[in-house]
């Protein structure tokens, strides 16, 4: 079945730095991947979302990268703050039309 | 409502106890999907409503799952002899449209913590 892997597993960062997580996918027929953002006692929030047509996405100090040639996607972070500190996870939207998780990202920003 | 509303947020089971938790969706969202996420790991896939017909179930790990939406709004998720390895945060999502479309966003509720004993 589709795998997502997702890196690094925890990530500690000073305010004000940027924050870079990696994931990388199976399924070549994917064409949707979101990343969500959880806090904790909460369910997860979609912060942004980038389709298979486009490269790149931003909005404001958030921003994703697609490279669909080597089934990889990435979040960018910039000027990090400590509400930023959460638990990040991306995903993908398959041939099966289902969303498969990465295992998260644990982001730690020290004010 | 204005979101994903689950209930009960918390549950404590003796294990063999039978457990319902219940999933309010987003009013008018046709998509309903259920996850399961263990402690400090994504969420896994459980099962898929659209409207009141469950259109995939390949995620629930054993017949003691079941899951229903008979009106096509309010969903309940039912685990019957609950086991330990039961024990995770339950989550449910709903969307506006066909998830297929791929032209709308998921929302997820706050999910509903079992722990089995």
């Known amino acids: 079945g589709e795998n997502v892997e997702q890196h690094p597993s925890t990530l500690s960062v000073q305010e004000g730095d940027s924050a870079v997580i990696k994931c990388t996918y199976s399924d070549s027929a994917s064409n949707y991947f979101p990343w969500y953002k959880q806090e904790l006692g909460k369910g997860p929030q979609l912060i942004i979302d980038?389709?298979?047509?486009?490269g790149e996405k931003k909005d404001q100090r958030i921003a994703v990268t697609l490279n669909k040639t080597a089934k990889h996607f990435s979040l960018h972070i910039t000027e990090t703050q400590p509400e930023d500190s959460a638990v990040y996870f991306c995903a993908d939207l398959n041939a099966g039309n289902m969303l498969t998780f990465g295992g998260g990202t644990r982001l730690m920003v020290k004010p | 409502g204005a979101g994903v509303s689950q209930s009960p947020r918390y549950k404590v089971a003796k294990r063999g106890q039978d457990v319902a938790l219940r999933c309010d969706p987003i009013?008018?969202?046709?998509?309903l999907f259920w996850y399961q996420q263990a402690l400090g790991q994504g969420p896994e896939f459980l099962t898929y409503?659209?409207?009141?017909?469950?259109?995939?179930k390949s995620g629930l790990p054993s017949d003691r799952f079941f899951a229903e939406r008979p009106e096509g709004s309010v969903s309940t998720l039912k685990i019957q002899r609950t086991q330990q390895e039961d024990s995770a945060v339950y989550l449910c999502?709903?969307?506006?449209?066909?998830?297929?479309?791929?032209?709308?966003?998921?929302?997820f509720g706050a999910g509903s913590r079992l722990t089995v004993l």
């Open positions: 009013s008018g969202h046709v998509s």
């Open positions: 980038i389709r298979s047509n486009v």
């Open positions: 409503f659209q409207n009141e017909a469950q259109l995939d």
């Open positions: 999502a709903s969307s506006l449209a066909t998830f297929s479309s791929g032209a709308n966003v998921l929302t």
